[in-house]
T-cell receptor, first 116, second 110 residues
Framework: DGGITQSPKYLFRKEGQNVTLSCEQN?????MYWYRQDPGQGLRLIYY???????QKGDIAEGYSVSREKKESFPLTVTSAQKNPTAFYLC???????????????FGPGTRLTVL | AQSVTQPDIHITVSEGASLELRCNYS??????LFWYVQSPGQGLQLLLK??????LVQGIKGFEAEFKRSQSSFNLRKPSVHWSDAAEYFC????????FGTGTSLTVIP
C-alpha cells in the first residue's frame, strides 16, 4: 500500500537536545512538507521540498532543519534553538507543490513531540 | 494575499441533523480547494476537492461541498451527521502555495 509513514508516534525530549522526526513516502511524490499543529492554530508550514536536495523555509522555520537526500525521505530535526517545540508534527507529500497544478497533499499519521 | 478562513472554531450538532461548515478563501484567481478531516491524534484525510467544472463536489463519507465564486466560499455539507463524524475539519487551497484554515471542531451529540 502506498502512503506516508512517520516515526516515532510519540517522542520525548529533554530541553537542550536535538531530535529528528522521520518521514518516509512511497507515493513517488516530488514534493514533501512539514507542518506543526498546535491547538487552535491550525497547521503551520515549517519547511517544504519540491525536489531532492532542495528545500525552502516555511512560515515558522526557526529552530528547525531538514534534509532531502532521497525522494522518499524528508526528516525534520528539532534543534535546541526551538524554544517551544512541544507540538504535533505532520508530514505530507504531493505530486507537486501546487505551483504548476492543483495537487492535494497526503498526510502521515503524525508525531507528538513533548519536551520534558 | 492568499488566505483561507474558517469562521467557526467549534460546532455542535445532534446526530442525524444536517451540517454545514463554512470556508472562505481569498485569492485573485480561481483557487483549487480542498476539505480535510482529522480525527484526534491522527493525520489529515482528504474528503473532497474542487479544481474546476461542476461547482457541487461529492466526497467520501457522504460529504459534499459547493464552490460559490460570488461569495468566495467553499462550504462543506452533510445531510445527516453520524457520531463518527466528530473530528476536526480543515479547508485548504492552493494558488501559489498551499494554505489551510485554522480548522473547525465538530462535536456530535446523541
Amino acid at each position: 500500500d502506498g502512503g506516508i509513514t512517520q516515526s516515532p508516534k510519540y517522542l520525548f525530549r529533554k530541553e537542550g537536545q536535538n531530535v529528528t522526526l522521520s518521514c518516509e513516502q512511497n507515493l513517488n511524490h516530488d514534493a514533501m512538507y512539514w507542518y506543526r499543529q498546535d491547538p487552535g492554530q491550525g497547521l503551520r508550514l515549517i519547511y517544504y521540498s519540491q525536489i531532492v536536495n532542495d528545500f525552502q523555509k516555511g512560515d515558522i522555520a526557526e529552530g528547525y532543519s531538514v534534509s532531502r537526500e532521497k525522494k522518499e525521505s524528508f526528516p525534520l530535526t528539532v534543534t535546541s534553538a526551538q524554544k517551544n517545540p512541544t507540538a504535533f508534527y505532520l508530514c505530507a507529500s504531493s505530486i507537486d507543490t501546487g505551483l504548476a497544478g492543483a495537487y492535494e497533499q497526503f498526510f502521515g499519521p503524525g508525531t507528538r513531540l513533548t519536551v520534558l | 494575499a492568499q488566505s483561507v478562513t474558517q469562521p467557526d472554531i467549534h460546532i455542535t450538532v445532534s446526530e442525524g441533523a444536517s451540517l454545514e461548515l463554512r470556508c472562505n478563501y481569498s485569492y485573485g484567481a480561481t483557487p483549487y480547494l480542498f476539505w480535510y478531516v482529522q480525527s484526534p491524534g491522527q493525520g489529515l484525510q482528504l474528503l473532497l476537492k474542487y479544481f474546476s467544472g461542476d461547482t457541487l463536489v461529492q466526497g467520501i463519507k457522504g460529504f459534499e461541498a459547493e464552490f460559490k465564486r460570488s461569495q468566495s466560499s467553499f462550504n462543506l455539507r452533510k445531510p445527516s451527521v453520524h457520531w463518527s463524524d466528530a473530528a476536526e475539519y480543515f479547508c485548504g487551497s492552493t494558488g501559489n502555495q498551499f494554505y489551510f484554515g485554522t480548522g473547525t471542531s465538530l462535536t456530535v451529540i446523541p
